[in-house]
């Protein structure tokens, strides 16, 4: 960034000092030359009308290079983060399976076997043991929601696939039809899957709170240097305008920010309401789809 900000004054100096050797040489020929005895442009005042416009062409395009550079290098950047966030999240999950799972894994057994022994023996005992077993359910259960949102089971089979069960759960649990338009290949599919596979699952969950709706479609697809996320549905549409987000879509919001993409949500009263995500790929990707 201070690269940038030093190239421009160094330009500035360049065009002054041709600006004023220009100029001293029109007046000179000014001079030389008075302009009462010619009506049509001397050879001089076209020669700096030339470079002036051919240095400012050409600050105008290093301009706009630079702007490009800066431009990739703060994707990359981003692409660069996201992946380390993702690693960061794959690290915690593990050390949490494999740490703190087995440990309350081993006193869930150890309290098992305690309650059997004690049982009819120590009613009361049995009772309290009861309650704290149940109490390691609950954590053991809490760990899981923590793991999965770190890293959904779904995904191992891949995108789409985490994408079409979790449609066909929704249709089984609510009655609404969905279907899956999928258009990504592997490696695309990879590049942003927690993210998106989340925002499908958010937006699934507000169809069947909110929408009223009989069809949902989902449409998964890449345009240029980014993959795009589609879910609409037919129902009664959202109040308000701009639509009004709640609390799972204004995070939702904020972690697809956070990756650099843009979230939209179009609706209108009784015509539906389609939410729109669009995430950028990584950088070594665009240039593998350039020298294909």
């Known amino acids: 960034m201070m690269q940038r900000w030093l190239r421009l004054p160094y330009r500035l100096s360049i065009l002054a000092c041709l600006a004023a050797g220009a100029l001293a040489s029109l007046h000179a020929g000014y001079t030389a030359v008075p302009l009462l005895q010619s009506a049509t442009p001397s ?3 076209l020669a700096c009308a030339i470079l002036f416009a051919a240095l400012a ?21 981003a692409s660069g983060q996201q992946q380390a966030r993702e690693q960061e999240r794959l690290r915690i999950g593990r050390d949490i399976h494999d740490d703190l799972g087995q440990h309350l894994l081993t006193l869930k057994i150890d309290l098992s076997m305690l309650q059997t022994s004690t049982h009819g023996a120590a009613p009361h005992l049995a009772q ?18 923590v793991i999965h ?14 994408c079409e069960e979790l ?13 899956c338009d999928y258009r990504l290949d592997a490696a695309v599919g990879r590049a942003h899957d927690v993210l998106l596979y989340h925002v499908v699952q958010e937006a699934l969950a507000n169809i069947a709170r909110h929408a009223r709706a009989t069809h949902v479609q989902l449409c998964l697809q890449q345009a240029g240097a980014s993959v795009e996320c589609r879910i609409g549905d037919d129902g009664v549409g ?9 609390c799972g879509l204004s995070g939702m919001h904020e972690r697809v920010a956070a990756a650099g993409g843009s979230l939209h949500i179009d609706s209108r009263s009784g015509a539906g309401t389609t939410l729109r995500v669009a995430l950028p790929l990584p950088a070594c990707h665009d240039e593998a789809m350039r020298h294909r």
Request: overall charge positive.
């Open 128 to 145: 309290q043991l009861a309650v704290i077993v149940r109490n390691v359910d609950l954590s053991i259960a809490a760990l899981r929601c």
């Open 238 to 246: 959202l109040s308000g305008s701009p639509p009004r987000l709640g």
């Open 149 to 162: 949102d770190l890293r959904p089971p779904a995904l191992d089979a891949g995108l789409q696939a985490a």
């Open 57 to 77: 062409l050409l600050l105008w395009r290093l301009q706009a290079l630079e702007q490009l550079r800066a431009d990739d290098e703060q994707a990359r950047l």
């Open 167 to 179: 449609l066909a759960d929704f249709k089984r649990t609510t009655g609404i039809d969905g279907r």
């Open 43 to 45: 050879p001089l005042m």
